[in-house]
């Protein structure tokens, strides 16, 4: 049975699972991926990357920060969160906390479409994902972030960062197909156990 067939037969609550384990795990390999990059590299993703030494578990968003990659989008969405639902502001301490929540938060959001739109429309899942996630990545990180003034734009970016986070999420998006088929493979086999007699 192909992968195709066996996630159309997921329920709802199988599929939801699937896009927020999926999405919990690319963000993790997200992250992975920039801790190699930024260690081949003396520390730094590329050249003109945003000053800074906290760059770490918030995606590939650090090095495009308007001033220093501590306080990049997924710190500064946290901290608007945290504010919003608190009314006070967050110790230095939590934020990159927060960042890290929002980063998590937006790789959950951002996977549980892609978990039905790879059964309602196979297309989005070519280049094993690398599609979709360099579609999250022009929409989110290249429009939408800098449009609300929370990170530099694309225009202000050397070549080299604008790769980095292209490469950061055509990771993120393989991985997040990987998940899809596993969870799949998952739900067809558990669909087909025998009954155990009782």
């Given at each position: 049975?192909?992968?195709r067939?066996?996630?159309?037969?997921?329920?709802s609550?199988?599929?939801?699972?699937?896009?927020?384990?999926?999405?919990v795990?690319?963000?993790?390999?997200?992250?992975?991926?920039?801790?190699?990059?930024?260690?081949?590299?003396?520390?730094?993703?590329?050249?003109?990357?945003?000053?800074?030494?906290?760059?770490?578990?918030?995606?590939?968003?650090?090095?495009?920060?308007?001033?220093?990659?501590?306080?990049?989008?997924?710190?500064?969405?946290?901290?608007l969160?945290?504010?919003?639902?608190?009314?006070?502001e967050?110790?230095?301490?939590?934020?990159?906390?927060?960042?890290?929540?929002?980063?998590?938060?937006?790789s959950i959001?951002?996977?549980?479409?892609?978990?039905?739109?790879?059964?309602?429309?196979?297309?989005?899942?070519?280049?094993?994902g690398?599609?979709?996630?360099?579609?999250?990545?022009?929409?989110?990180?290249?429009?939408?972030?800098?449009?609300?003034?929370?990170?530099?734009?694309?225009?202000?970016?050397?070549?080299?960062?604008?790769?980095?986070?292209?490469?950061?999420?055509?990771?993120?998006?393989?991985?997040?197909?990987?998940?899809?088929?596993?969870?799949?493979?998952?739900?067809e086999?558990?669909?087909?156990?025998?009954?155990?007699?009782?």
């Amino acid at each position: 049975m192909s992968v195709r067939r066996s996630t159309a037969t997921a329920s709802s609550f199988q599929l939801a699972a699937i896009g927020i384990v999926g999405g919990v795990v690319a963000a993790f390999v997200m992250d992975s991926f920039g801790r190699s990059v930024r260690a081949a590299n003396d520390g730094r993703e590329a050249e003109g990357a945003a000053p800074g030494r906290d760059r770490g578990d918030r995606g590939v968003q650090p090095p495009q920060s308007e001033g220093r990659a501590e306080d990049d989008a997924a710190v500064q969405t946290g901290t608007l969160a945290y504010r919003g639902l608190t009314g006070h502001e967050p110790s230095a301490a939590a934020r990159p906390w927060l960042g890290t929540a929002a980063h998590y938060g937006f790789s959950i959001s951002a996977s549980m479409p892609y978990v039905l739109l790879a059964e309602l429309a196979p297309p989005v899942r070519a280049g094993f994902g690398t599609l979709y996630g360099s579609v999250v990545w022009a929409l989110a990180d290249e429009g939408v972030t800098p449009a609300l003034g929370l990170s530099r734009g694309p225009r202000e970016l050397s070549a080299n960062v604008l790769l980095y986070g292209l490469c950061g999420h055509f990771v993120w998006g393989a991985t997040l197909e990987g998940v899809r088929r596993l969870g799949a493979f998952v739900v067809e086999h558990s669909q087909h156990r025998p009954a155990v007699a009782h």
